[in-house]
């Protein structure tokens, strides 16, 4: 791995809920450009370490952004993250356009008109722009979701499942556009079940089991055509 220095770093965190810990001690390190695939069964933490990491809930465990503590600050860490969870984070009344231009206003984006119609564009919106959320697939809200994420320019990428719904061609699409901004500088931990469909985008495949990261290969260092996870009973891979 790089030496540089880690854009977002965790040391020991955990999240507990009563005497359980969703997600036991980690210790984890994403730098500029650097994309990360989490996998593992449902149930072994993703979505909670993801939530963690973007300040949604509570957590135990030092986490820094660019070498500063981001729950000094944490509004401004968050202004630094484009997050697609399994919520849409959408108002469904509202256009697709309307949307966007809501979440533009919220992160004070220039030239946000430009910007919004440039990001419809890239997951394949722009046919959409003014119609209802409500009228949308599970497909079209997911690209919304990362048009949504986008938005901002944000320097880091928390991604859970962002092409669950979306066909095939869809999903190249998305594939191309994360590469686009993986080329800018944008790090990204993706969650997916579906780790031979991230190969080609991740630098990393972090796998998680019973809430602890057990297992990392570098996707450089081995074909997914002969690598399996540690953990693959039951998990559908």
């Known amino acids: 791995m790089s030496e540089a220095a880690p854009l977002l770093a965790a040391r020991g965190l955990s999240v507990p809920i009563g005497r359980r810990r969703l997600v036991q001690p980690t210790d984890l390190a994403l730098r500029e450009g650097e994309w990360c695939a989490l996998i593992g069964p449902n149930g072994a933490g993703k979505s909670t370490l993801v ?61 946000r008109r430009q910007e919004m119609w440039r990001r419809l564009e890239q997951v394949g919106l722009v046919e959409h722009a003014v119609e209802p959320v409500r009228r949308f697939s599970r497909g079209m809200l997911q690209r919304l979701s990362v048009a949504r994420a986008l938005l901002h320019r944000p320097r880091i990428l928390l991604l859970d499942e962002p092409l669950e719904g979306i ?15 993986k080329e800018e500088g944008v790090a990204a931990i993706w969650v997916t079940h579906n780790w031979r469909r991230a190969w080609s985008v991740v630098d990393e495949v972090w796998e998680m089991q019973r809430g602890l990261i057990h297992n990392r290969i570098r996707t450089e260092r081995v074909s997914p055509q002969t690598w399996r996870p540690r953990h693959s009973s039951g998990l559908g891979y």
Do not use: W
């Open 51 to 111: 939530r963690a990491l973007a300040t949604l809930m509570p957590s135990e465990g030092p986490i820094s952004f660019a070498g500063e503590d981001v729950r000094r600050d944490s509004r401004r860490y968050r202004r630094h993250l484009g997050v697609v969870l399994h919520e849409p984070m959408l108002y469904r009344e509202l256009t697709a356009l309307e949307n966007l231009e809501l979440f533009a206003k919220l992160y004070q984006v220039t030239d």
């Open 167 to 181: 066909d095939a061609t869809g999903a190249e699409e998305l594939k191309a556009l994360f590469l686009h901004v």
